[in-house]
């Protein structure tokens, strides 16, 4: 009788995937091969995946983005970068974290490789932090891009890497009871945790955002509130130590104005500044480009296992209708983080 050979079949998983680019529409919920671990990482069984702006960046092709900065990708790519999920299996050489372990993390950014709408992720070690056990998982997915922005912004920029939009090294400002701190697109994801840390360091907080917010925003320490639906901060506001711009773009340099001499202004996306304005002004314009951080957001994380630092969660959807969520996002006015569920 013939020999008859079984081939093992590898385990598949459900993930959403772009085959194309376009609008939400594009996101295809899809049945992949699972992953397996490498080198240094760790298996995670994620339960929920945090949305940020990088992920619709990616699904429209970096239309947004000069040329010359937009990161190497092939489709079809499994989009995603934010996770919060529990340990399913650990690479030989990974120390400090174990199976049933609970983890979050910022996966392999600035690449896009992050792949993190999906059930499982094969995740570096490096990039994961232990999630803080006073959170569910929505929320600790909603922390690490928007989380360590606002930390490598504001806190400690944590890397040596250039930005692909300046050659200077970004240097945070020491924030203290004597600084102010205007936060610009405060009620969104990075903007609400620099309105946390900003407080958590002592400084005097201006928050900037649509009227609905002005509650929100003074529950987690906004000294001052500006409505730009009814006034321009830049004409309501002076003497400012340091500006984060949590939207940025075209539109930032309207905030020097804003800044005493020798202010610093932080654009989180970077714009077109006058290097003869900005000299005359006497204010610094720098920035950086958040990069994936374990052992910062282990510090976030005892943060907000202390209550000192929350995660607002604007809406979840489930993994299956990721379209919704990033139809959700397109909307604007989104408070705190946008977070698909894993079932």
């Known amino acids: 009788m013939p020999t008859q050979l079984t081939q093992r079949t590898q385990p598949t998983m459900r993930a959403v995937r772009l085959l194309e680019h376009g609008g939400p529409e594009v996101l295809r919920y899809d049945e992949v091969p699972m992953p397996e671990p490498g080198p240094g990482e ?15 960046y990616l699904r429209d092709g970096m239309s947004n983005l000069p040329p010359e900065t937009r990161p190497r990708f092939e489709l079809p790519v499994i989009p995603g970068t934010d996770l919060s999920g529990v340990v399913e299996a650990v690479a030989a050489d990974v120390d400090g974290f174990s199976v049933g372990a609970e983890v979050f993390g910022l996966l392999r950014f600035p690449s896009f490789e992050g792949h993190a709408y999906a059930e499982y992720v094969a995740a570096p070690a490096s990039d994961l932090a232990l999630k ?4 569910d998982h929505v929320h600790a997915a909603g922390a690490p891009m928007a989380g360590l922005t606002a930390w490598q912004f504001l806190i400690e920029l944590g890397h040596d890497h250039p930005s692909p939009f300046q050659a200077a090294r970004h240097r945070p400002v020491p924030l203290g009871a004597d600084t102010t701190v205007l936060v610009n697109g405060a009620a969104g994801g990075v903007g609400h945790f620099a309105v946390q840390l900003a407080k958590w360091q002592g ?8 009227g609905t917010h002005e509650s929100f925003l003074r529950e987690l320490g906004a000294d001052e509130f500006i409505d730009y639906t009814k006034g321009r901060p830049e004409e309501l506001v002076h003497d400012v130590d340091v500006v984060l711009d949590a939207v940025g773009g075209p ?5 020097l ?8 202004h932080f654009p989180v996306f970077f714009g077109a500044f006058d290097e003869e304005e900005t000299a005359k002004l006497g204010v610094t314009v720098t920035g950086t480009q958040v990069r994936s951080n374990g052992a910062q957001l282990a510090e976030l994380g005892r943060l907000l296992d202390a209550g000192t630092v929350r995660v607002a969660i604007d809406s979840t959807f489930a993994l299956a209708n990721a379209r919704a969520a990033h139809e959700r996002a397109a909307r604007g006015h989104i408070q705190g983080k946008i977070v698909l569920t894993v079932p």
Do not use: E, Y
């Not at 400084?203 to 649509?210: D, F, K, L, Y």
């Not at 539109?251 to 905030?255: G, K, L, Q």
């Open 132 to 135: 803080p056990a006073g959170i």
């Open 251 to 255: 539109d930032s340099r309207r905030f």
């Open 42 to 56: 760790v298996l995670v069984r994620v339960h929920a995946a945090g949305i940020n702006p990088p992920d619709w």
């Open 257 to 264: 104005r804003t800044l005493k001499r020798g202010g610093s």
């Open 203 to 210: 400084a005097h907080v201006i928050a900037v955002a649509s």
